[in-house]
Nanobody
């Protein structure tokens, strides 16, 4: 069982930056693939970024590529999402998620989810 708790969301102006954190419980964090997803009002939850359990492999949605960076610190059981050059369309609730096995961009591929953290980007 893995419990995930996101933090770091907030209100920021367009062009600004935020760093989201996702703290995981359990001693096997380093064996999990970690992903970030987001859900804007009235829209389906969408993939943002994913990182392999080693941290050596990452993949991003086209909409955030070059602006967002996913990273992890297995010693701290934490995964991060650094978000730069934020745009109003980045406004959403951001969720972290965990799965075993290979990286995935699909919602239903993940076994554990956090409660989400709100990110609001004003224009």
């Amino acid at each position: 069982q893995v419990q995930l708790v996101e933090s770091g969301g907030g209100l920021v102006q367009a062009g600004g930056s935020l760093r989201l954190s996702c703290a995981a419980s359990g001693r096997t964090f380093s064996s999990y693939v970690m992903g970030w997803f987001r859900q804007a009002p009235g829209k389906e939850r969408e993939f943002v970024a994913v990182i392999s359990w080693t941290g050596k492999s990452t993949y991003y949605a086209d909409s955030v590529k070059g602006r967002f960076t996913i990273s992890r610190d297995n010693a701290k059981n934490t995964v991060y999402l650094q978000m730069n050059s934020l745009k109003p369309e980045d406004t959403a609730v951001y969720y972290c998620a965990a799965k075993r096995g290979t990286t995935s961009t699909q919602n239903d591929g993940y076994d554990y989810w956090g409660q989400g953290t709100q990110v609001t980007v004003s224009s």
